[in-house]
T-cell receptor, first 114, second 109 residues
């Protein structure tokens, strides 16, 4: 299994630009998470999808952030317009929600907004 | 996350045992996890324990769970330089993981 695949791995962009982060969950998993990691706030859950439907987006910072999951094998996290304080590592994770299963994380997308 | 607390730093001599402690709040957590993050890398699942277990051993790693006190620990035997990293404790609630702030483990020669 290829694991959770994220792209890009690294991105540097200018303030005001649109940023799109992509995630391919593990095949067969029915739940997907986007987490953000910063020095100040640690690991925070941004949004959770179950069966492609957003269930909990209470962690999405503000309207500049949006996430979609058009199908079971693809999700995007978009920031528009980006700001320097959005600089962080963004992790995607997936799981097959049933007893005995664990959550798997991608390698992360390292975003720097200058 | 404020729901999971861990000490921030641990320094250990190479060859000694490391013990990283964590307290959590969600008594209904089904699983509790330890993740490792090396500099510039992602989150690597090290081990996890089911909530009905007291102990789990996996090679050099031993996880102890005290459900009464909501205390989780990770012991690394014979700590090596490659064990230098940040270690995150996490509790699994209804559907998501809540993470501690991470313990930075430094292994000195």
């Amino acid at each position: 299994d290829a694991g959770v695949i994220q792209s890009p791995r690294h991105e540097v962009t200018e303030m005001g630009q649109e940023v799109t982060l992509r995630c391919k969950p593990i095949s067969g998993h029915n739940s997907l998470f986007w987490y953000r990691q910063t020095m100040m706030r640690g690991l925070e859950l941004l949004i959770y999808f179950n069966n492609n439907v957003p269930i909990d987006d209470s962690g999405m910072p503000e309207d500049r952030f949006s996430a979609k999951m058009p199908n079971a094998s693809f999700s995007t996290l978009k920031i528009q317009p980006s700001e320097p304080r959005d600089s962080a590592v963004y992790f995607c994770a997936s799981i097959l929600q049933s007893s005995g299963n664990t959550i798997y994380f991608g390698e992360g997308s390292w975003l720097t907004v200058v | 996350g404020e729901d999971v607390e861990q000490s921030l730093f641990l320094s250990v001599r190479e060859g000694d045992s490391s013990v990283i402690n964590c307290t959590y709040t969600d008594s209904s957590s089904t699983y509790l996890y330890w993740y490792k993050q090396e500099p510039g890398a992602g989150l690597q699942l090290l081990t996890y324990i089911f909530s009905n277990m007291d102990m789990k051993q996996d090679q050099r790693l031993t996880v102890l769970l005290n459900k009464k006190d909501k205390h989780l620990s990770l012991r690394i035997a014979d700590t090596q330089t490659g064990d230098s990293a940040i270690y995150f404790c996490a509790q699994q609630g209804d559907y998501k993981l809540s993470f501690g702030a991470g313990t930075t483990v430094t292994v000195r020669a």
